[in-house]
């Protein structure tokens, strides 16, 4: 038993196109088809601000068999191909945002941000300003400066609380001097991108876990990450 949080970036089918490694585009087929599988099974997906609201004293007191969507960067496909799937399903999910990726090229747009939290469906997070590849190697100044600012930018464009940090690339997940500054920057949780499910009994001493879904992942293996938190018997 614990907090089942599934991690995306793109819901695109690869092609020559992408600049990116081709583990991280999932097709919409097959993303559809795995919001089906959750929903098949009686799965609850839940936002970042249940989780926060439902946390005290080192529980988590959420519906039975609760899933976080997360989806990390904030790719314009997060817009254009799943956020039509999650609307026709009514399933919420969940982006951590990288500030200074907003507006540009493939990335979604503060008025298509805005939309999707308008929906009742999104929630969103911190995922830095910059999305340095390795927080751990900046100096303290610039470690704060992507953690309170992009919380801060967040908070004033979206006009929602931020509580939720995603470490870039899963650096600094297991730095205790790192995790300490996203807390004193007044974040509650902190992801990490280690793959396992997370125990209702959270006391902070590790960053929470992820299930990464990639574009080789079929629905069995899907099925294992769910249940087992890995997609190998």
């Known amino acids: 038993k614990g907090v089942i949080v599934l991690m995306?970036?793109?819901?695109?089918?690869?092609?020559?196109?992408?600049?990116?490694?081709?583990?991280?585009?999932?097709?919409?087929?097959?993303?559809?088809?795995?919001m089906d599988f959750l929903l098949k099974h009686?799965?609850?997906?839940?936002?970042?601000?249940?989780?926060?609201?439902?946390?005290?004293?080192?529980?988590?007191k959420l519906p039975k068999k609760p899933v976080l969507i997360t989806f990390d960067d904030g790719w314009l496909d997060n817009y254009t191909k799943a956020f039509p799937i999650l609307k026709e399903k009514n399933i919420k999910a969940n982006i951590f945002v990288s500030c200074n990726y907003i507006e540009q090229k493939n990335c979604m747009n503060w008025n298509q941000l805005l939309e999707m939290k308008n929906s009742g469906l999104i929630s969103f997070g911190s995922h830095t300003i910059n999305h340095p590849t390795d927080?751990?190697?900046?100096?303290?100044?610039?470690?704060?400066?992507?953690?309170?600012?992009?919380?801060?930018n967040l908070e004033e464009k979206l006009n929602i609380t931020i509580d939720s940090f995603a470490y870039p690339s899963g650096a600094g997940a297991t730095n205790k001097k790192v995790r300490q500054m996203v807390f004193d920057s007044g974040y509650l949780f902190d992801f990490s991108t280690k793959r396992g499910i997370t125990k209702f009994k959270w006391n902070k001493e590790k960053a929470i876990n992820r299930l990464y879904i990639k574009e080789n992942h079929n629905l069995f293996d899907f099925y294992l990450l769910i249940t087992k938190g890995k997609n190998s018997f």
């Open 135 to 152: 927080i751990q190697t900046l100096n303290d100044t610039d470690i704060l400066k992507e953690l309170k600012e992009s919380k801060q």
């Open 42 to 60: 009686k799965y609850t997906p839940i936002t970042l601000e249940e989780l926060s609201k439902s946390y005290k004293d080192g529980y988590f």
């Open 8 to 34: 995306y970036h793109h819901i695109y089918k690869y092609d020559s196109t992408c600049d990116l490694e081709k583990e991280l585009y999932v097709e919409p087929e097959k993303f559809s088809k795995q």
